[in-house]
C-alpha cells in the first residue's frame, strides 16, 4: 500500500475450539509479542490466548474497529467457521508476520 499503514484485525485462540480472542491494531507483531507475554489483555492473559487463527487487513483505522465490534457480536460457531474456512487446522502463521 506504498508504504501507508495497514490495520489489522485478529483471533486469537487458547487452542483448536478453545477460548477466542478479537483485537484490532496497527502493528500486528508487536501486538503478537505482547499477548505471548501475557501483556496483550488481562482477558487474553487470563486464558492462555496466543494463538493467531486468523487475521483481515484493512487501510483505515475506523474500518478495523467496525470490524472488530462486528465480529465480537457474532455467534461462536460463526466465528469458528471463519477460522476454519481460511486456516481449518487452526495453525498459527505468525512465523510469516
Known amino acids: 500500500m506504498n508504504g501507508s ?3 489489522y484485525v485478529c483471533i486469537l485462540a487458547s487452542r ?10 496497527s502493528d500486528l507483531g508487536n501486538r503478537l509479542t505482547l499477548h505471548r507475554l501475557g501483556r496483550g489483555s488481562k482477558f487474553a492473559a487470563k486464558y492462555g ?7 483481515e487487513t484493512y487501510a483505515l ?4 474497529i467496525a470490524r472488530e465490534k462486528a465480529l ?11 477460522i476454519e474456512w ?10 510469516l508476520i
Open 5 to 7: 499503514t495497514s490495520y
Open 16 to 25: 483448536r475450539d478453545g477460548t477466542l480472542y478479537i483485537g484490532a491494531c
Open 49 to 55: 490466548v496466543a494463538r493467531l487463527v486468523d487475521v
Open 61 to 64: 483505522p475506523s474500518e478495523a
Open 72 to 82: 465480537k457480536e457474532w455467534h461462536r460457531d460463526w466465528k469458528i467457521r471463519l
Open 86 to 95: 481460511e486456516n481449518p487446522d487452526w495453525r498459527d502463521p505468525s512465523h
